[in-house]
């Protein structure tokens, strides 16, 4: 029985049960065999020959040229929109490869990344260069114009409480003015039908339904007739990348993959784009590489993380599942309220110690018949994670929620219960970034570069994770096009020409993007990391602070009519603002409240000890 097959474009080598491992050329010529005596043997002689299969592919010159392809490694909504990118603006031929065993396991529901977009206008950049994709979108999520544009209910804690009148703007729709509203609403379709970026209008989608509403994209795009096949390829896991080192000719980029079975298999690339998440192979393999792998690039630590810890590092966080449409119970003798898919809901709990606060949140999602997930937020010290078995989550819940009947079945069931218990959740990341973004050989006729959370990664408190990743991708089409990544205006060589080269144009993305990216940490650090209520008492004291902080700062905007600029938080709503503009702009406010210390401070220490004492300290 032959197994452990490795196809390259061009090189293979397999094993025929107990026999011999053979290595094979392009064109069939015996290169090296090895009789198989143990499992041992096999799978170090298996190893090695992939090792020899890679150096000679990396050594040897090719016969035929090689069309413009490009590997994209990584098929979320990042990875499938620089893959669209390519082929459509490129002319590439992309083979995209996704670790997950089947395109169902990303496009289908899964409570372990049951998670929502807000798609806000830097994300809307790439999604309104491709109208099909920007219709869906507006058709399938929910349109909003900021929190207070969508309904917002509390809950409170407490079942002798009613619950108060919906909040926002959006909750006109249920009064005179509901018509108006849906006036407004479908204005913002008709915008969004026409390919048009909606100003100021964000769009809350599940993870799975982003997905496949690209995979759709990407099926429409291969329908077309004279396009760039885009070849996705599940199962397939990344392992390593590798240049060939050919003098004075074109070079590619080897990637090889494993598939579920173990088999390898080697694809070549002029461009291979890293979109495999925090966690990225593709960024690990420059990062471990030998100094002289890419000797027109950078310095292989560049991509080595740079990490921080924010107030929000570290939040553990799992998903508990309401059934559509749920029931909550009101006061005094009122109906309980139908919840419906399109608003957003804030649960309330009686626990609020340090170690049991809890609070559920709902975000507004499309289908009303879906299952409502809500996520709980914790410091990893909360009482809910040492809780195993179902029952005793359900009494749990219970004891926190008096207002809902989870005793019984009728709202939440035992399996659920069960499952929500022992599942594990996730960690939220550190706030980190590469400063490598982009390698390319000694000829600078191939290269890689990194995007989405392959290259920066923070916890989802800023709101700005799926929108970053597709700024990268917009930037990076910039790049390759020879224009500012920023800006897209168009940067001409010294000659006056527009450049044209790979390495060009991948030094312009690493040089012009990675400032942005640093910005994007920063704003991640500082932006509004306390969002969750974190229930330490030191959290509750800088909670306090944070928000005298962002109060003031408000204030003074509002007073000088914006000469001194708000938060962070909030000028990163501005879509207009790079990530770079927006810190320089808070920036500046921190200095002005750093030169009025100083000058509070001056002015003290002059009125008790007097210029002398100065004049002694500086002396």
């Known amino acids: 029985m032959v197994y452990g097959i490795v196809v390259a474009s061009s090189y293979s080598y397999s094993s025929s049960g107990s026999d011999w491992l053979i290595l094979h050329s392009p064109n069939s010529q015996f290169i090296f065999a090895q009789r198989n005596n143990d499992k041992g043997t096999m799978a170090l002689l298996s190893h090695c020959l992939l090792l020899i299969a890679g150096y000679i592919a990396a050594t040897e010159a090719l016969a035929a040229p090689l069309q413009q392809h490009a590997v994209v490694v990584g098929a979320g909504p990042v990875g499938m929109a620089t893959a669209l990118t390519l082929a459509t603006h490129h002319n590439f031929t992309v083979t995209l490869l996704e670790s997950s065993p089947s395109s169902s396991a990303q496009t289908e529901y899964d409570p372990t990344k049951a998670f929502l977009y807000n798609l806000n206008g830097r994300g809307q950049t790439l999604t309104s260069q491709f109208p099909n994709m920007q219709t869906k979108l507006a058709e399938r999520s929910v349109g909003s114009k900021g929190m207070m544009s969508t309904k917002l209910t509390i809950v409170p804690a407490d079942p002798n409480e009613e619950i108060p009148m919906k909040k926002g703007a959006a909750a006109a729709a249920t009064t005179a003015d509901g018509k108006q509203a849906k006036e407004n609403k479908n204005e913002d379709l008709k915008n969004a039908l026409k390919s048009e970026k909606a100003a100021g209008v964000g769009y809350w989608l599940p993870r799975h339904a982003m997905v496949k509403l690209m995979a759709e994209c990407i099926d429409e795009h291969n329908a077309l007739r004279g396009t760039c096949k885009i070849d996705v390829l599940c199962g397939q896991e990344c392992v390593s990348i590798l240049p060939t080192r050919k003098v004075n000719a074109s070079n590619v980029v080897i990637v090889t993959a494993k598939d579920v079975n173990g088999s390898l298999k080697l694809?070549?690339?002029?461009?291979?784009?890293?979109?495999?998440?925090?966690?990225?192979?593709?960024?690990?393999?420059?990062?471990?590489?030998?100094?002289?792998?890419?000797?027109?690039?950078?310095?292989?630590?560049?991509?080595?993380?740079?990490?921080?810890?924010?107030?929000?590092?570290?939040?553990?966080?799992?998903?508990?599942?309401?059934?559509?449409?749920?029931?909550?119970?009101?006061?005094?003798?009122?109906?309980?309220?139908?919840?419906?898919?399109?608003?957003?809901?804030?649960?309330?709990?009686?626990?609020?110690?340090?170690?049991?606060?809890?609070?559920?949140?709902?975000?507004?999602?499309?289908?009303?018949?879906?299952?409502?997930?809500?996520?709980?937020?914790?410091?990893?010290?909360?009482?809910?994670?040492?809780?195993?078995?179902?029952?005793?989550?359900?009494?749990?819940?219970?004891?926190?929620?008096?207002?809902?009947?989870?005793?019984?079945?009728?709202?939440?069931?035992?399996?659920?219960?069960?499952?929500?218990?022992?599942?594990?959740?996730?960690?939220?990341?550190?706030?980190?970034?590469?400063?490598?973004?982009?390698?390319?050989?000694?000829?600078?006729?191939?290269?890689?570069?990194?995007?989405?959370?392959?290259?920066?990664?923070?916890?989802?408190?800023?709101?700005?994770?799926?929108?970053?990743?597709?700024?990268?991708?917009?930037?990076?089409?910039?790049?390759?096009?020879?224009?500012?990544?920023?800006?897209?205006?168009?940067?001409?060589?010294?000659?006056?020409?527009?450049?044209?080269?790979?390495?060009?144009?991948?030094?312009?993305?690493?040089?012009?993007?990675?400032?942005?990216?640093?910005?994007?940490?920063?704003?991640?650090?500082?932006?509004?990391?306390?969002?969750?209520?974190?229930?330490?008492?030191?959290?509750?004291?800088?909670?306090?602070?944070?928000?005298?902080?962002?109060?003031?700062?408000?204030?003074?905007?509002?007073?000088?009519?914006?000469?001194?600029?708000?938060?962070?938080?909030?000028?990163?709503?501005?879509?207009?603002?790079?990530?770079?503009?927006?810190?320089?702009?808070?920036?500046?406010?921190?200095?002005?409240?750093?030169?009025?210390?100083?000058?509070?401070?001056?002015?003290?220490?002059?009125?008790?000890?007097?210029?002398?004492?100065?004049e002694a300290l500086f002396a």
């Open 267 to 614: 694809h070549q690339a002029t461009l291979v784009v890293g979109a495999d998440g925090m966690n990225s192979k593709v960024r690990q393999c420059i990062a471990t590489s030998p100094t002289n792998t890419w000797e027109g690039g950078l310095d292989p630590k560049k991509f080595e993380l740079k990490q921080w810890t924010s107030p929000a590092s570290h939040l553990r966080i799992k998903v508990l599942q309401l059934p559509p449409r749920f029931e909550i119970p009101n006061a005094n003798g009122k109906p309980p309220l139908t919840s419906t898919s399109e608003e957003i809901y804030a649960l309330r709990s009686v626990k609020t110690g340090p170690r049991n606060y809890l609070s559920l949140g709902l975000l507004p999602m499309k289908d009303n018949n879906a299952v409502r997930p809500t996520n709980i937020v914790t410091r990893p010290d909360h009482e809910v994670w040492d809780i195993h078995d179902g029952p005793a989550m359900q009494a749990y819940f219970q004891e926190a929620y008096p207002r809902f009947d989870f005793v019984s079945d009728k709202l939440i069931s035992a399996q659920e219960w069960e499952r929500f218990a022992k599942a594990k959740g996730t960690k939220f990341p550190h706030c980190q970034y590469s400063e490598g973004l982009a390698v390319w050989d000694g000829t600078g006729t191939c290269g890689v570069a990194l995007v989405g959370d392959a290259c920066h990664a923070f916890p989802p408190d800023i709101g700005q994770g799926v929108n970053a990743g597709l700024c990268d991708v917009v930037s990076l089409d910039r790049a390759l096009k020879g224009l500012n990544t920023e800006t897209g205006k168009v940067v001409a060589s010294s000659d006056g020409k527009r450049t044209a080269s790979l390495q060009k144009n991948l030094e312009r993305y690493q040089q012009q993007h990675a400032p942005e990216n640093a910005a994007l940490i920063r704003l991640a650090r500082f932006g509004a990391p306390y969002q969750y209520k974190q229930p330490h008492r030191t959290d509750r004291v800088l909670l306090k602070l944070w928000t005298l902080n962002v109060a003031v700062r408000l204030i003074l905007s509002k007073l000088t009519f914006g000469l001194v600029p708000p938060s962070s938080i909030i000028l990163s709503q501005n879509e207009k603002l790079t990530y770079r503009q927006v810190m320089r702009r808070a920036d500046l406010t921190t200095a002005l409240f750093k030169t009025i210390f100083l000058g509070v401070f001056g002015l003290l220490v002059k009125q008790r000890f007097g210029f002398g004492f100065l």
